[in-house]
């Protein structure tokens, strides 16, 4: 939850199914004793990490008493799946249109692991697998293997991971120096937010040290992305300058903030590379313009309806399927795109409200209902193609027509227990 991963890296996430509810217990207990702590600044598993997560359905079949299952938020309860209009999944990324069985309730438990390649995380599975496999009362129903490149570049070409938030009391640096830490609150269940609230779960143990966590699987249409800024640009060079402007940073991950010109890969060795606001220095967007994907995704000190504070989250993207060759402008069929896990304490105002507020609108900073033009422009029943307004003198550059390049797969809304509640998981009776 709090420390940043490797790079590189090879990852995979294991859903299970639980059919047999002392065997789901067991599987806690077993689970107790391999999960990674946040204590522990070394794996214990030889640089393999590993966690779990639970949805609502899998708390009910391992027989979590409804009075303490009622103490969870509300939205975890719905399931992602029953949030899509809010979320913005619709048309292509629609549940019906998931991937089996995304979105179910024969989804349970949530194993991640990841280690620094593939045969090291093979290995891992390998020695983990008789934990599962010995208990039939629960059944592996999907893999998705991931990895990070040495690049750290995700499908779209963009170096990616760059920021994230401080957390009072982690211990770990936050990417920008400007941004005070947040209340542990924020991110961790059982301590003080920034409203001065405490989120809390029935018994204490269930909840104290746990989180919140929106996984979710993202199709990348890179293709259309590449063919999109071919045919809007007028050479290469506006061709890069227009996926910056849509970007809010260059393909390196330098941002326009510190170099609005050109790209600047040299920023990547500098610890301030991510320690700029907007307010001061762009407050029109003439450098990165307010409705770009990262000054949506956090606006930092500009100017935007509601306390931005509040809606900040951790985020981890991992990369999955092969990468399109480079120049190919035609996507080949392949599944390529993201596995996203965002992480919070508040699924409502932090998740949830960027998504259908800071991505999919743009009311916030005064653009109507113009959508994020990465993964918030849609053409589902009864949406048009997206815009994109790119502000400039003496005359505003206005981008048509954008598709979804992002589509929705399929995810989950979690919980993310602490060790001392996944023991408490596996010490429950009937």
Not at 11 to 18: E, P
Not at 104 to 112: I, K, R, S
């Amino acid at each position: 939850m709090l420390s940043p991963r490797p790079s590189p890296y090879a990852a995979t996430y294991i859903l299970f199914r639980v059919d047999d509810r002392a065997h789901g217990r067991e599987l806690m207990r077993r689970l107790s004793t391999v999960v990674t702590s946040a204590a522990d600044t070394l794996s214990p598993l030889g640089e393999t990490w590993v966690s779990v997560a639970l949805t609502y359905h899998g708390l009910a079949a391992l027989g979590v008493p409804p009075e303490s299952l009622q103490t969870f938020a509300w939205e975890f309860r719905q399931g992602m799946a029953a949030r899509a209009t809010a979320l913005g999944d619709t048309g292509d990324s629609a549940p019906e249109h998931w991937e089996a069985p995304l979105g179910t309730p024969e989804v349970h438990v949530v194993l991640v692991a990841l280690a620094p390649d593939s045969a090291r995380l093979e290995a891992a599975i390998d020695r983990a697998r008789p934990a599962y496999h010995a208990l039939p009362g629960v059944t592996a129903i999907w893999r998705q293997d991931c990895h990070a490149l040495p690049t750290e570049t995700e499908p779209f070409g963009y170096r990616d991971g760059i920021s994230h938030p401080a957390v009072e009391g982690s211990g770990i640096a936050g990417s920008n120096t400007l941004e005070t830490p947040l209340k542990a609150g924020e991110f961790v269940l059982g301590y003080p937010d920034e409203l001065g609230g405490i989120q809390t779960l029935q018994p204490e143990v269930l909840g104290r040290n746990g989180s919140y966590a929106a996984f979710r699987k993202l199709h990348q249409r890179v293709g259309a992305f590449r063919r999109y800024l071919r045919d809007n640009a007028t050479d290469p060079a506006d061709e890069e300058l227009l996926a910056a402007k849509i970007m809010g940073r260059w393909r390196s991950g330098a941002p326009l903030a510190l170099s609005p010109s050109r790209d600047d890969p040299a920023l990547d060795a500098d610890p301030y590379r991510n320690s700029f606001l907007y307010r001061q220095d762009d407050p029109a967007g003439f450098i990165t313009p307010g409705g770009c994907h990262i000054r949506r995704g956090n606006p930092r000190d500009a100017a935007v309806a509601g306390v931005v504070r509040l809606h900040r989250m951790i985020r981890r993207g991992t990369v999955y399927g092969p990468p399109l060759p480079d120049g190919v402008l035609e996507d080949d069929g392949a599944e390529r795109g993201l596995m996203f896990a965002f992480i919070g304490a508040h699924l409502g105002r932090q998740f949830e409200f960027v998504q259908s507020e800071w991505m999919n609108d743009g009311v916030f900073f005064g653009a109507g209902d113009a959508k994020d033009p990465v993964i918030g422009s849609g053409d589902g029943p009864g949406e048009g193609p997206g815009d994109f307004t790119i502000p400039r003198r003496p005359l505003r550059r206005r981008l048509q027509g954008l598709p979804r390049f992002v589509v929705t797969r399929g995810g989950e809304y979690c919980f993310l227990p602490s060790l001392s509640a996944l023991r408490w998981l596996g010490d429950l009776t009937d």
